[in-house]
């Protein structure tokens, strides 16, 4: 009698064939196909040859090959083609049977898609899958939602093929129901966004303003990479800013600089504007890229437009490096924090029981902002499960209070050179209006009082109540019908 296959995955793209890789390494029999068949065939004369894996060459052979219940896990393009294999493959499966997208698919996608094939009698997963090519292939951060009777089915795979801590704990868990899982990969790769876009301000400081080789940017990233900022992007950098072509000369200086993005990053600055979040170093990050696509335009306003230049550095250039470093830690804790914000507010939105510690756990491995003080951002969220913001929590409001004055001097001085630091100065403005116990919204609430009788609360007064004020003596007694604070 044929041997059926664990579970059946559908799209041979990069991270399709490494995840198959990834589970018939850990000892699972895997199913596969892809639309262009010739992508089949390839594999299974190749990189899947010898290994516990099975070619077919439609959908209703896949699912013939698979034991009950049926597991059949999408690696396609996010969208209609997700829809489109859904509707697929409803006729081809049975009750309890589970579908799985693990595409960067928007959450509202998924929790549609889950309630439409629960009706039908199967389970639905949406998962983040994170760690890009290398990640799939060793061990990538796994973040599932949705069909809560569908984990118990997956969780021995996930959990076999996710990256482990030191420790041994499996970077994957339950997140929640419906789009749960889906949300916080987005949110994921929105301080993915942010990450990103602070180290390219860091590397244009230390270019433009300090005046650093690429050896030498190299060489400080590596010893950064050692210290509180030890992290999969610092690593990365550390290597791109080294890599030289055949003719000796540094790749990075000979790459465009325009930005391309896939629409995640997007998404979650619409999530928290949606919210009332204030997700503004994320989504700083995202604008930044649009300005670097517009290229052309920048190249010719830069002939036009006047502004400082970077001078040479005169100082303590050692000095000035250990302030860079405070200011991206620094940073980076802000765009944590507005992240974990975002989803404490979708949580409440959605009903969803997110275990915050948790998910810092599954970003600890795998994924592509694995760092060190995600341990420390655990450590807080066990220690209090309410925490509102991770900046509260005694480790992180003592590293902000070391990094504060460094993180000043870094941003003053890109001011004065004409650098352009969005996303670090956005994330010092958060710190300073999050400190501040009198914000000047005062102001702005007398404002829409004054021309749209948008009405106010008073601080002599409990708040509730709302008061308007003629502020011409020409106006009547008729206020707005709505209040947004």
Known sequence: MEQKSDIGLVGLAVMGENLVLNMASKGFTVSVYNRTLARVDNFMAGRAAGKSITGTHSLEELVST?????????????????????????PLLEPGDVIIDGGNTHYPDTARRREYVERRGLLYIGTGVSGGEEGALKGPSMMPGGSPAAWPLVKPIFQSISAHTADGSPCCDWVGEGGAGHFVKMVHNGIEYGDIQLICECYQIMKDCLGMSNEEMSATFAEWNRGDLDSYLIEITRDILAKKDEEGRYVLDYILDTAGQKGTGKWTAEAALDAGIPLTLITESVYARSLSALKEERVAASKILSGPSAKSFEGDKKAFLTDLQQALFASKVVSYAQGFSLMRAAAAENGWDLNYGNIALMWRGGCIIRSVFLGKIKEAFDADGALANIMLAPYFAQKMAAAQDGWRRVIARAVESGIPVPTLSAALSYYDGYRSGRLPANLLQAQRDYFGAHTYERTDRPRGEFFHTNWTGHGGDTTSGTYNA
């Open 66 to 90: 698979l034991k009950s219940p049926r597991k059949v896990f999408l690696m396609v393009k996010a969208g209609d083609a997700v829809d489109s294999l859904i509707d697929q493959l409803i």
